[in-house]
């Protein structure tokens, strides 16, 4: 599976911003695929997952109310649209993909990484 992020720029505090996630390749392999985010000195965060079968979807706590994950019908495409942008969510943003069992919400969770987008948020 390879994926591909895209979207990431700057935007002022307070605004919004889509990235996007294209997946291809054995997708069909894949049971979750999620974001997360490493801002420089800091340890990879999750973000937002969400599930192939009935589109279930999951947030961290730091994002929760501001980010939304989707996907589109095919599963080849992952979106994050992120609202209420704020300064300490300036970080690069990483798509992945997982296979059934992978725990959402931990980097050894996924199998599958993008190479990461640049998102930063100026105050």
């Known amino acids: 599976v390879q994926l591909q992020a895209s979207g990431g720029g700057l935007v002022q505090a307070g605004g919004s911003l889509r990235v996007s996630c294209a997946a291809s390749g054995r997708t069909f392999d894949t049971y979750h695929m999620g974001w997360f985010r490493q801002a420089p000195g800091k340890d990879r965060e999750f973000v937002a997952a969400?599930?192939?079968?009935?589109?279930?979807?999951a947030y961290g706590d730091s994002v929760k109310g501001r980010f939304s994950i989707s996907a589109d019908n095919a599963w080849s495409t992952v979106y994050l649209q992120m609202n209420s942008l704020k300064p300490e969510d300036t970080a690069v943003y990483f798509c992945a993909a997982g296979r059934y069992g992978g725990s959402w919400y931990r980097v050894e969770g996924y199998s599958y990484w993008g190479q990461g987008t640049l998102v930063t948020v100026s105050s």
């Open positions: 969400i599930a192939r079968s009935g589109r279930r979807t």
